[in-house]
């Protein structure tokens, strides 16, 4: 699976849109991007994946660049409750297993 | 929504114990694994089951665990003799067929002493 990059941390004012970036330039054409984000200690939660085209669910939207080295996932209004860590990772469609990151710390504030 | 459910949620044994952590996956689910979560490490894989066997497995995963689906809706996590080092957080999670989604369960607090 390619590696994901992503900052160790962000800040979000609530209302805000959180716009959470993600590279993953080794990216092969049969990976598919997902999101899952980790809030405090509970079980990881998926949020969204794609491969090529952008996608939105009732959680958030995915945008891919169209070289597929990047994506973005943008919570269009964070809430205090968004406050999590986000993981960006790259498997194959027949992939089994997730291999977690560090990911990206996302803070929403007042 | 169905989800994925876990028990107990803390369990605290004594080094050299066996313990067995529950997970009743979602019922159409083909696809089950476990993951564990050391304090403030990131979130590891150990093995994932289908089919009735195990597909993948990773180094952490030695003779000391075993897993099994003992009827159509269990999957347990044995930990045959624990160690200190095995004090995590335990994450099942389940996913369907054709689908790469997995969704996991609350968890499972392991304390060992």
């Known amino acids: 699976d390619a590696k994901t990059t992503q900052p160790p941390s962000m800040d979000c004012a609530e209302g805000r849109a959180a716009n959470l970036p993600c590279n993953h330039s080794?990216?092969?054409?049969?990976?598919?991007v997902y999101w899952y984000r980790q809030i405090h200690s509970q079980g990881p939660q998926y949020i969204i994946h794609?491969?090529?085209n952008n996608e939105t669910n009732e959680m958030a939207s995915l945008i891919i660049t169209e070289d597929r080295k990047s994506s973005t996932l943008i919570l269009p209004h964070a809430t205090l409750r968004d406050t999590a860590v986000y993981y960006c990772?790259?498997?194959?469609?027949?992939?089994?297993?997730?291999?977690f990151g560090t990911g990206t710390r996302l803070q929403v504030t007042l | 929504e169905p989800e994925v459910t876990q028990t107990p949620s803390h369990q605290v044994t004594q080094m050299g114990q066996e313990v067995i952590l529950r997970c009743v996956p979602i019922?159409?689910?083909?696809?089950f694994y476990w993951y564990r979560q050391i304090l403030g490490q990131k979130v590891e894989f150990l093995v994932s089951?289908?089919?009735?066997?195990?597909?993948?497995k990773s180094e952490i995963f030695d003779d000391q665990f075993s897993v099994e689906r003992p009827d159509g809706s269990n999957f347990t996590l044995k930990i045959r003799s624990t160690k200190l080092e095995d004090s995590a957080m335990y994450f099942c999670?389940?996913?369907?067929?054709?689908?790469?989604?997995?969704?996991f369960g609350p968890g499972t607090r392991l304390t060992v002493t």
């Open positions: 999670a389940s996913r369907m067929d054709r689908a790469n989604e997995q969704y």
């Open positions: 080794t990216i092969s054409g049969n990976e598919y």
């Open positions: 794609g491969l090529k």
């Open positions: 990772i790259a498997l194959t469609g027949t992939a089994s297993k997730l291999t």
């Open positions: 019922s159409n689910h083909l696809y």
């Open positions: 089951f289908y089919n009735n066997e195990i597909s993948e």
